[in-house]
Nanobody, 120 residues
Framework: QVQLVESGGGLVQAGGSLRLSCAAS????????WSWYRQAPGKQRELVAR???????YYDDSVKGRFTISRDNAKNTVYLQMNSLKPEDTAVYYC??????????????WGQGTQVTVSS
């Protein structure tokens, strides 16, 4: 079993910055893909950014140029640096990891979510 623990959310004024962290613990072979999702009230959960084990990344158009996803393999941790925050970025942010347990077995895990609120 793998646990993902998030931190770094909070209240910030528009134009400000926050950095989210998500640390994985437990027994596993590797993490193939790290992702950050968010869910605003009354809306569906949406993919914000993704980091692939090969080093490539993906960003939703709404955050390109403002958010940066990165990871620290030694700490089994992924980060989401969020700059130039806008009120529409307000949501609960969730970490997701596609974890490889064996050659043929991968499992998706979710963090508990962390609230990000951007005031105008």
């Amino acid at each position: 079993q793998v646990q993902l623990v998030e931190s770094g959310g909070g209240l910030v004024q528009a134009g400000g910055s926050l950095r989210l962290s998500c640390a994985a613990s437990g027994s596993f072979f590797s993490i193939n893909v790290w992702s950050w999702y968010r869910q605003a009230p009354g809306k569906q959960r949406e993919l914000v950014a993704r980091f692939f084990s090969g080093g490539s990344d993906y960003y939703d158009d709404s955050v390109k140029g403002r958010f940066t996803i990165s990871r620290d393999n030694a700490k089994n941790t992924v980060y989401l640096q969020m700059n130039s925050l806008k009120p529409e970025d307000t949501a609960v942010y969730y970490c997701n990891a596609e974890v490889r347990h064996t050659t043929w077995n991968t499992v998706n895990y979710w963090g508990q979510g962390t609230q990000v609120t951007v005031s105008s």
